[in-house]
T-cell receptor, first 114, second 114 residues
Framework: KQEVTQIPAALSVPEGENLVLNCSFTDSAIYNLQWFRQDPGKGLTSLLLIQSSQREQTSGRLNASLDKSSGRSTLYIAASQPGDSATYLCAVCQGTGGGNKLTFGTGTQLKVEL | ETGVTQTPRHLVMGMTNKKSLKCEQHLGHNAMYWYKQSAKKPLELMFVYSLEERVENNSVPSRFSPECPNSSHLFLHLHTLQPEDSALYLC?????????????FGQGTRLTVV
């Protein structure tokens, strides 16, 4: 059974700092890994998707890496801003019947302070 | 706005009530999903529908009954729920055959069972 772990559970940093969020998973037979952002009481916004054959994806100040063989991914946020405050979720995608299923970690709650 | 719309956004129901959650997507995807997000727990996959057929039922109690009348609509019928069923219920859609397999999530329905 796939298990996804995210470290740290919570993080508080001053504005402008660079930071790294970590995600690990137990079963490397995945299609892709996605990083999501969730604001309080809201749905999920997809940030980055890394295919199983890729090592890295970048979008603006965000950079995600994937090491499938070791079951690890990192999300790097450069020059953090108060608007980045949210919960960040990592999810791995595997097949099921004719659909896909995502297995999520419990998230990292990020607070960026002025 | 992700292209996946859920209604209602908030729902309070008694344990003897019957209610339904609705999800609609106009992204042309042929797979739809229900996820449950409880406090302090990872998102859990409940049901997967592909081409309007249920392909996964993740050991969900029968008091939750999904329905997928067409590829754009997904319902979750609720009856005789328990207080521990209070959670954020998220709908998602994806195109499993697509190389990216991005999952798009709705804003969720916050359910409170009293």
């Amino acid at each position: 059974k796939q298990e996804v772990t995210q470290i740290p559970a919570a993080l508080s940093v001053p504005e402008g700092e660079n930071l790294v969020l970590n995600c690990s998973f137990t079963d490397s037979a995945i299609y892709n890994l996605q990083w999501f952002r969730q604001d309080p009481g809201k749905g999920l916004t997809s940030l980055l998707l890394i295919q199983s054959s890729q090592r890295e994806q970048t979008s603006g100040r965000l950079n995600a890496s994937l090491d499938k063989s070791s079951g690890r991914s990192t999300l790097y946020i450069a020059a953090s801003q108060p608007g980045d405050s949210a919960t960040y979720l990592c999810a791995v995608c595997q097949g099921t019947g004719g659909g896909n299923k995502l297995t999520f970690g419990t998230g990292t709650q990020l607070k960026v302070e002025l | 706005e992700t292209g996946v719309t859920q209604t209602p956004r908030h729902l309070v129901m008694g344990m003897t009530n019957k209610k339904s959650l609705k999800c609609e997507q106009h992204l042309g995807h042929n797979a739809m999903y229900w996820y449950k997000q409880s406090a302090k727990k990872p998102l859990e996959l409940m049901f997967v529908y592909s081409l309007e057929e249920r392909v996964e039922n993740n050991s969900v109690p029968s008091r939750f009954s999904p329905e997928c009348p067409n590829s754009s609509h997904l319902f979750l019928h609720l009856h005789t729920l328990q207080p521990e069923d209070s959670a954020l219920y998220l709908c998602a859609s994806s195109q499993p055959g697509a190389s990216s397999r991005y999952a798009f999530f709705g804003q969720g329905t916050r359910l409170t069972v009293v």
